[in-house]
């Protein structure tokens, strides 16, 4: 069953090197971060599977010892997921995951194994607490670090351009992760979250099917939009 989740952003520029000069404007998302994953070493799980969105050639499982690299973000930085288990064929993690990949390295990750699950942005609903509903019974205890932006459509700046709609999806969100609210995050409207390109929708309603019967009690410890994107940081236990 689940005993912990971690819920943090996904953007490349919350690893310092690809942030350069701007590296000090997430400081705060990324002691968020930290806080929520030390939550995760706290509950001591048997498997910890690192969960995110990803385009199709980085979608579904990828083994511990899988890595990833930030070299298309113009940094020869590589990550690995968990321990080195020796050669991974044809197997390197989207974006989301290497970033989780990257969180795990900073906060000294040395204890469950630690596997990866890419999801696409369209995946539907049921489909999304299907698969968290499976990885809650990986092992006794499963622990999630659940990778994922709000929406993308804040300010006039964003990826996504303003759009009006985006303020109270992202404050319906950071009121379910804050509340460990599956039955809200499941509630979360699929195509309203791809049109304001909130990459997160499909893992936390993944975190939402892992968590059915669990009870945890959540903490939200961070939430911004510092580039027009929602930021949010979330603890589960």
């Known amino acids: 069953m689940l005993a912990a989740a971690a ?19 997430l400081d705060a998302a990324r002691d968020a971060c930290a806080e929520a994953i ?26 511990e010892g899988a890595t990833g690299t930030f070299r298309g973000f113009g940094v020869g930085l590589g990550v690995r997921l968990g321990r080195d288990r020796g050669p991974v064929a044809d197997d390197t993690l989207p974006p989301s995951l ?9 906060a000294g990750w040395d204890g469950a194994p630690v596997e990866g699950l890419g999801v696409g942005e369209q995946l539907e609903t049921d489909r999304c607490t299907s698969a968290g509903r499976d990885l809650a019974t990986r092992a006794d205890r499963v622990a999630l670090l659940v990778m994922g932006d709000g929406s993308a459509c804040r300010t006039l700046k964003a990826p996504g351009y303003l759009d009006r709609r985006a303020e109270a999806f ?9 509340a460990a609210d599956s039955d809200a995050l499941t509630a979360l409207d699929a195509s309203l979250a791809y049109e304001l390109k909130a990459a997160g ?27 027009g994107v929602d930021y949010l940081v979330a603890a589960w236990s």
Do not use: M, T
């Open 38 to 63: 030390g939550v995760l070493v706290a509950a001591r799980p048997d498997l910890l599977i690192v969960v995110g969105p990803a385009d199709l050639p980085g979608r579904g499982p990828h083994p």
């Open 201 to 227: 929708r499909a893992p936390w309603q993944v975190l939402a099917g892992a968590a059915q019967g669990a009870r945890p009690a959540g903490r939200l410890l961070y939430e911004d939009a510092p580039y």
């Open 170 to 178: 992202d404050a319906a969100a950071a009121r379910a992760l804050g």
């Open 7 to 25: 819920v943090c952003p996904c953007p490349p520029l919350l690893v310092p090197e690809v942030a350069a000069g701007a590296a000090p404007e």
């Open 98 to 106: 290497s970033v989780g990949a990257w969180l795990l390295a900073r």
